[in-house]
């Protein structure tokens, strides 16, 4: 049954193309991509497939060649920080800044209207009897 055998080499090939991301395209896995490069790169994980090498030589060997940016799930190191913590870091500056903003807002002193700015107010609204009635 080579079949039986093709299709684990083909689950194999798939899994390995889907965790490397294109270094062209960048938002695309190599098995997704169209790019010249990624069908180079997807031939040659093929011959290192069926030359024996393992999925830990594979990676190790893409690795070595782009970088850690060519996994999709790279390694927390010091280098990958900005790759690992980065939306984080951006998602609690918006949420300081939403904060401030809120703060700040709050803060504010805003005088009452005196007597001739609430009739003029009244006026610009069309009440009469300056509750803002609904019509």
Known sequence: ?????????????????????????????????????????????????????TDEQIRAYMVRRYGDFVLYRPPLKPATWALWL????????????????VAARRDLNIPALNADERARAVALRGDEDGEGAAR
Do not use: K, Y
């Open 86 to 101: 980065g939306p984080f870091a951006v998602l609690l500056a918006g949420a300081f800044a939403m904060w401030r903003s």
């Open 1 to 53: 049954m080579a079949a039986s055998g093709e299709s684990g080499v083909d689950a194999r090939l798939r899994q390995l193309n889907e965790s490397f991301r294109c270094v062209v395209c960048q938002n695309q896995s190599l098995a997704d991509s169209n790019a010249e490069l990624a069908a180079d790169l997807r031939a040659r994980i093929r011959d290192q497939v069926r030359g024996g090498a």
